[in-house]
């Protein structure tokens, strides 16, 4: 089942969201600063393989300077962390356009 949640860094003024899977893994990442609520990361772990699988590591960097470097690993515990929270898909569909635009454009 796929869920939705924030969280936030008070060390790097920064709200992390996420789409995880079944499994716990992060399949898609949004970073948004909460200083001028600027997307600093919109990263999807489709791309990621894709990108793994059938190109070189200057893509893979590509793509990291441009969208952001996505989390590895289970999301574990993110309940616990510093104002977590579910969020809804729809919430999340308009963060990820939103910065997949934003970041796309300053590329």
Same mark, same amino acid.
């Given at each position: =089942?796929?869920?939705?949640?924030?969280?936030?860094?008070?060390?790097?003024?920064? !709200?992390?969201?996420?789409?995880?899977?079944?499994?716990? !893994?992060?399949?898609?990442?949004?970073?948004?600063?909460?200083?001028?609520?600027?997307?600093?990361? $919109? $990263?999807?772990?489709?791309?990621?393989?894709?990108?793994?699988?059938?190109?070189?590591?200057? &893509? =893979?960097?590509?793509y990291e300077r441009q969208f952001g470097v996505l989390v590895e690993g289970p999301m574990?515990? !993110?309940?616990?962390?510093?104002? $977590? &929270?579910?969020?809804? &898909?729809?919430?999340?569909?308009?963060? !990820?356009?939103?910065?997949?635009? $934003?970041?796309?454009?300053?590329?």
């Open positions: =089942m796929t869920i939705w949640f924030r969280t936030y860094y008070e060390d790097e003024d920064l !709200w992390l969201y996420f789409e995880a899977d079944d499994e716990g !893994w992060a399949a898609r990442q949004v970073e948004v600063r909460g200083q001028d609520s600027r997307p600093v990361t $919109a $990263a999807s772990l489709e791309e990621v393989l894709h990108l793994r699988e059938r190109d070189d590591l200057a &893509a =893979m960097i590509r574990n515990g !993110w309940q616990d962390q510093p104002r $977590a &929270a579910g969020i809804s &898909a729809e919430e999340f569909e308009r963060l !990820w356009t939103e910065a997949r635009r $934003a970041l796309s454009n300053s590329a």
